[in-house]
């Protein structure tokens, strides 16, 4: 009996154990394994978004929802630098493209419209996308329309978007991407300012600060050969007013990003110390850092405390970069001084430092000009050669080379010298399916390109009359026949 009770006894213990046991090792793995995948939608919503250098409102500890994301394609003319233009390709009309923020959870509705003045089909990558290509193979959109897609963002950070139509690099070249934030359930630590800084490299024809509106340089894109690098798309984008701010006991953020495509950028701020970094976006966390290294189609999220006041140089520490391609910004902080943390000059030296200022490239080419009223040949050139350089030098390249593979030659081009109510008709309706330009086969898509009847015959007039064609004049009335044939 004794022996009997006993045993019951222990036989409850062991159950008892195992019981505790069991539950105890379940409620870890719930813990550990919260799969955000099944994390329920509470609503719907529209997202903020933002151009640099601001971010939008953080997500603090609102539920998963379903994020609505609009976004639109804009290609359109920008400053470079002081006198110099480009033709940016833009994620909302700004380079970098505007800053998305969600949360771990949430069901992202992505709307892609491609603007209808637009040239070119594009498309969207989103490194915070679990599917083939990132959404590019769901996304990609001519001019004039849109696509949607949605997403489940599973796992936290800071991720790159991009444009991954062909030929891809030349549309990252040309300021196709941004930062995409998913921040984990409850959101990030609570910070005083937080700012959106992307670095990225550019490739023009003429050299850095070789004035007016500067085309893509293919070349020197494939050898790497950057005449910009910048923050935020331009020269300046954070010097001066631009300047971002904070003051004397705050937490600043800095989400940074590095869209390429091509250089690393070794992101340091002269002057502080990155309290925290989040190593390339992700949830590894390194303290008291001076220098990130940020890869092309990566990102990392820092913070630091401002002590002292004062103005802090951002920068690309491949120093001629920041001094003399532009990855060069300022973080003015005001307040109080403290002696103690830093003291200012106590005694003057000879030491001459390069000093935050940019160097100026010397001005030594004219811009052209061109005057109005009735067109001689030589207008319509100069009025044809415009158009070309903001309309068709994308794909047939600056000197009409055209692109290997992707976009036939102009220059010397025997399928154009052969027949030119053929040329007026594939700018006027766009062209598809094969062709063969002295001797290769190409088989793409030409667009329509959306130009008045005078633009067409002024922009064929002006190939015709480069590059060793056959110095063709096309006439406006020559083009409407063309039109009124279809
Ligand atoms: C979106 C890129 C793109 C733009 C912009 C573009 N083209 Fe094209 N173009 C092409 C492609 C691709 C083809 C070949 C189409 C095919 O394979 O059927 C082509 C073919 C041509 C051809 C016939 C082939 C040849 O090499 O002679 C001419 C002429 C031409 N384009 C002129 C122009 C002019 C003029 C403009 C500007 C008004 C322009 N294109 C803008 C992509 C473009
Ligand atoms: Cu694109």
Redesign the pocket.
């Known amino acids: 009996m004794k022996l009997l009770k006993l045993n019951v006894k222990l036989l409850g213990i062991v159950a008892l154990v195992a019981i505790l046991f069991a539950s105890c090792k379940s409620e870890e793995k719930e813990v550990a394994k919260k799969d955000p995948a099944t994390i329920a939608l509470n609503g719907t919503m529209n997202a903020e978004l933002t151009a640099p250098p601001f971010v939008p409102e953080p997500v603090g500890d609102r539920p998963a929802k379903k994020l609505i994301v609009d976004m639109e394609i804009l290609e359109q003319e920008g400053t470079m630098t002081d006198g110099t233009t480009y033709m940016y390709w833009t994620f909302g009309g700004s380079v970098p493209g505007s800053f998305i923020r969600t949360r771990v959870g949430d069901q992202v509705e992505f709307t892609l419209s491609n603007h209808p003045d637009n040239?070119?089909?594009h498309n969207i990558d989103l490194h915070a996308v679990t599917g083939p290509g990132g959404g590019a193979t769901s996304s990609f959109v001519a001019p004039g329309h849109s696509k949607t897609f949605s997403f489940k963002t599973l796992n936290p950070g800071l991720y790159v978007y991009h444009c991954a139509t062909a030929p891809v690099g030349m549309h990252i070249a040309n300021g196709m991407y941004g930062l995409i934030l998913v921040e984990p359930e409850g959101g990030l630590p609570k910070v005083d300012k937080e700012y959106y800084i992307m670095q990225g490299d550019f490739y023009t024809k003429g050299e850095n600060g070789a004035p007016g509106l500067q085309a893509f340089d293919m070349k020197k894109a494939v050898d790497e050969d950057a005449d910009y690098v910048v923050f935020n798309g331009k020269v300046g984008s954070l010097t001066g007013d631009n300047a971002i701010t904070a003051n004397v006991g705050e937490t600043v953020r800095l989400y940074v990003g590095n869209g390429g495509p091509n250089l690393t950028s070794s992101f340091h701020v002269i002057g502080e110390i990155f309290d925290n970094v989040h190593v390339e976006g992700g949830d590894l966390i390194n303290t008291n850092v001076q220098t990130t290294s940020i890869p092309a189609g990566g990102a990392a999220i820092v913070d630091f405390k401002v002590d002292v006041p004062g103005t802090f140089i951002l920068v690309d520490h491949a120093i001629f970069r920041a001094f003399n391609k532009g990855a060069l910004g300022m973080l003015k902080v005001s307040g109080e001084e403290d002696k103690t943390l830093y003291s200012g000059v106590k005694q003057e030296g000879i030491y001459n430092p390069e000093g935050g200022t940019l160097q100026e490239m010397p001005d030594d080419e004219t811009k052209e000009v061109v005057s109005k009223g009735e067109k001689s040949l030589a207008e319509k050139i100069a009025s044809g050669k415009n158009?070309?350089t903001t309309?068709?030098f994308?794909?047939?390249q600056a000197n009409g080379e055209?692109i290997p593979n992707?976009?036939?030659?102009?220059a010397k081009?025997?399928?154009?010298n052969a027949d030119v109510n053929?040329?007026i008709d594939?700018?006027v309706n766009g062209?598809?399916?094969?062709?063969i330009?002295n001797g290769d086969k190409?088989?793409?898509?030409?667009?329509k390109?959306t130009?008045s009847s005078e633009?067409?015959a002024d922009?064929?007039t002006y190939?015709y009359n480069s590059w060793g064609n056959n110095k063709t004049i096309v006439t406006t009335s020559q083009v409407d026949q063309v039109k009124s044939g279809h």
């Open positions: 040239k070119l089909p158009l070309y309309t068709c994308a794909c047939h055209g992707a976009f036939p030659p102009l081009s025997d399928y154009l053929r040329a594939i700018v062209k598809t399916g094969e062709i330009v190409y088989n793409s898509v030409m667009t390109q130009l633009e067409v922009v064929l190939v």
